[in-house]
C-alpha cells in the first residue's frame, strides 16, 4: 500500500487502535464511522464554532485550497511574514502532517489554536485532577482527546520550525456567558456538499462580531497540559510508550510497508471497520473480522454480537480477562468463566444479566425473565390513568436566541400517549415549537402542563432523559422569571418530586432494566431493543396492533390514519422504526437516521440513537429560509418519530401486564 501521512485525525486513530491505520487506507474496508462522524459534526456545531473563531481575527487569512501540497506551499510562503494569522496553516514534517486551526504568529513568537465545540466551565470542570493519585494520568479523562489534538500539532510544530516559541491554546465555549446575539446559530447556516460527505459555514451579512459581547469562545492556554502529555506514555491498546517513540511508530510503520500489529481489547466492541458477515464482500471488507481471525487462528465468520463482545456491558478488565481464555463465540464460553453474582429479588444486576445472556446462547432461557414481584410492587403504586411522555431537546453549541449560554437545555417537542384502567388508549397530545426566531422551552412546558393538569395519574417515561430536561428547564426558568414562573416552578416539582414530596414521575426504562430480560436485545434496556423483542415474544401484542386499527376509533392517533403496526417480512417482524422509515434530516444532505433516546451506550452508531437526527431536523427548522414544503415535512416526521416513541412505550408496558390484551397461557406471567 502507498504509505500516507500522519495527520491530526490518523494519530487520534492510532492512539484508539492503530491497526485501524491499516483499514483507513484501504478503500476496501467498509467504515460505519464515515456518516455518523458527519451527522455528530453538525450536530455538535463544530462547523460553526469554526467559522465563528476566525471572525475574531479579522486580519487572518485562511487557506482553502484543498490540494495538500498546495496547502503547505501556501503555508510557508506565508509564514515568511513577521506577523500574521493564519487559519488552517498546514504543515509537514518527514511524514507528519498537521492543519492547524489558527496560527497567530509575531516574530518567533507564536500561539497555536486548536479550536473545539466544547463547553469550558474551569471551577466545574478542571482539565487536570485536583488531587492527583500517584500512578493517575496527568490529564482528566474527558479532556485528553482535546489536548493530545494540539499535543500532536505542537510536536510537529517543534520539528518544523525549531526557532519558534509557541504556546498552546485551545479555544473554547464559554459556559458562563450568555449570548447577546439574536439567533446566532443560524447567522452561521451549515450547507452539505459533495453529496452529504463534507460540510461547509456560510455567515449572514447581518453577523458582526463586535456586537458578540462578551464573547462567548475563550483561549484557554494548555502549554502546561500539552508538555505532560509529552512527558507521560500513552495510554494505548498493547504497551505502553512514550510519545515521540508512538508517534514514530505509526508514522513510519506504513512508510516502511508493513502492517501495524493486532492487539485485541474494548476498543474492538465498537470498531468502525464491522461489516455483518451476511454483507461481506471483497470490496466491502470487514477489518475486525480479519484482527479476530489473527486473535483465535482461524477465520471468523461470527456476528460481533454473538462473540463475547456482545456481552452488556462488560468491564474492560472482564472482558480481556475472557479474550485471553476463552473462545471469541459466546456461545462456547464455558459458564464458570462468567464473574459469578448473587441473585437479589428485587432486581437483575448487570452479572446476572450477563448470565441470562448466557443461558439464552445455549438454548437455555427462550422466554422473558422476569421479576413479576418487584414488578408489580413498583407498578401498584402507580395512579391511573397512565401518561406516557417523550421529549425531543437540543443543546446547541451557538444558542438560537439571546440571553441563552452555550449548551443551555432547548425542549422543542413532547409526545404524550395516555392509557385507561379500562384499557382505553389514545394519542392525546402533543406539541411542537420550532418556529425559527421563537423560545420553545417555556411553551412547550406550558402545553405539557396542561395536557397533565386534568388527573394525578402517573406519568411515564423510558430512562432519566424527561426528568433531566425538566430539571434543567426549572433551572431556567428561575433565572428567566416569566411572568408564570411560580406555576411552571410548582408543575415541575410535581413532576419530578422535592425533598418533600415524591413526583409523578416514573421510568419505565429504568424499572425494565432491574426487572425484565428479554431474548433478542442483547441485554439492553432501550426501547429500540425492547420493542421488536417484546413483540416476538407476546402473540397478544402481535394481535392487538396486527391490523390497521391504529388511528381509528379504537386507538386515536394525532398523526397515523389505519396504521397496522406489526407486520411480517420474511416470517419475521418488521421493527416499527423500520416500518415508519427514516427520518430524512435534509432534503438534498445525503443524510438519513432516525432518532431516539436510550441507554444503550454499548452500541456503535450511538449518536443516531441518541436523538441526533431529530437535533439536526430541529437545526434545519430554524433556519428562517427553509422552503415552507421542507418546514411541512419535517415537522410532520418529527411528530411522526415522537408519538412512536410514546406508543412503544405503551407497547412494553401492555407486553408486561396484559393491560387491554387478551391473554394467552403460554405467555410468561
Known sequence: MEPIPLTKSRFKMAMDCPRKLDYARDKSYYDARANDELLASLADGG???????????????????????????????????????IFEATIAHGNLLVRCDIIEKQGNAVRLIEVK???????????????????????????????????????????????????HYLMLLDKQVKVSVAGLNTLFPVTTRDRGASVSVSVSPRFHIDELVPPILRL??????????????????????????FVDQVSQTPKKGTSFPVDVGRVCKTCQYYVDPADATDSNKSGWAECMAHHTHAPVTLSRRDT?????????????????????????????????????????????????????????????????????????GWRWPLHFIDFETARPALPYHAGRKPYDQILFQFSHHVLTQDGRLDHRTQCIVATPG???????????????????????????????VLKDIRAQITIDLPPDAADLIKFIDSMVGTDDHAGRLADLGMLVSKTVFFPGTGGSSSIKRVLPAALRLFPTLRS????????????????????????????????????????????????????????????????VKNGGAAIIAYDQLQQPELAPSERARLTEELLRYCELDTLA????????TRHGLICTKKEIA
Open 544 to 607: 392487538r396492533y396486527g391490523s390497521p386499527i391504529y388511528g381509528t376509533a379504537l386507538i386515536p392517533s394525532l398523526n397515523f390514519s389505519n396504521w397496522q403496526w406489526v407486520v411480517a417480512n420474511n416470517g419475521a417482524i418488521w421493527d416499527p422504526y423500520e416500518l415508519l422509515g427514516q427520518l430524512k434530516i435534509g432534503p438534498d444532505s445525503g443524510i438519513l437516521a432516525a432518532g431516539d433516546s436510550d441507554d444503550d451506550s454499548d452500541e456503535f452508531s450511538n449518536f
Open 438 to 468: 421563537h423560545a420553545s422551552s417555556v411553551p412547550v412546558l406550558r402545553a405539557l402542563a396542561a395536557a397533565l393538569s386534568g388527573d394525578t395519574g402517573t406519568v411515564l417515561h423510558w430512562w432519566n432523559h424527561e426528568a433531566t
Open 649 to 656: 412505550m405503551v407497547m412494553v408496558y401492555q407486553a408486561l
Open 220 to 245: 484557554v492556554d494548555v502549554t502546561e497540559e500539552v508538555n505532560l502529555l509529552h512527558s507521560h506514555p500513552i495510554d494505548r491498546l498493547g504497551p505502553p510508550l512514550s510519545f515521540p517513540c
Open 308 to 380: 463475547v463482545f456482545g456481552l452488556y456491558r462488560l468491564g474492560d478488565s472482564e472482558l480481556m480477562g475472557l479474550l485471553k481464555s476463552q473462545p471469541l463465540a459466546f456461545a462456547d464460553v464455558t459458564e464458570s468463566a462468567l464473574a459469578g453474582y448473587q441473585a437479589k429479588p428485587d432486581s437483575i444486576t448487570l452479572a446476572q444479566r450477563r448470565h441470562l445472556q448466557w443461558r439464552e446462547a445455549h438454548h437455555r432461557n427462550d422466554n422473558p425473565f422476569i421479576l413479576k414481584g418487584s414488578l408489580d410492587n413498583v407498578m401498584a
Open 47 to 85: 462547523h460553526q464554532v469554526g467559522e465563528l473563531a476566525r471572525r475574531m481575527y479579522p486580519g487572518g487569512i485562511l487557506i482553502s485550497n484543498r490540494v495538500v501540497d498546495h496547502q503547505i506551499q501556501r503555508t510557508s510562503a506565508l509564514l515568511t511574514s513577521a506577523d500574521i494569522t
Open 117 to 167: 465545540a466544547t463547553g469550558y466551565d474551569p471551577s466545574a470542570d478542571p482539565m487536570v485532577p485536583k488531587k492527583p493519585k500517584e500512578g493517575d494520568h496527568p490529564i482528566r479523562a474527558g479532556w485528553r482527546p482535546y489536548l493530545y489534538d494540539v499535543a500532536f500539532q505542537a510536536y510537529v510544530l517543534s520539528f518544523a520550525y525549531p526557532a519558534w516559541r509557541v504556546t
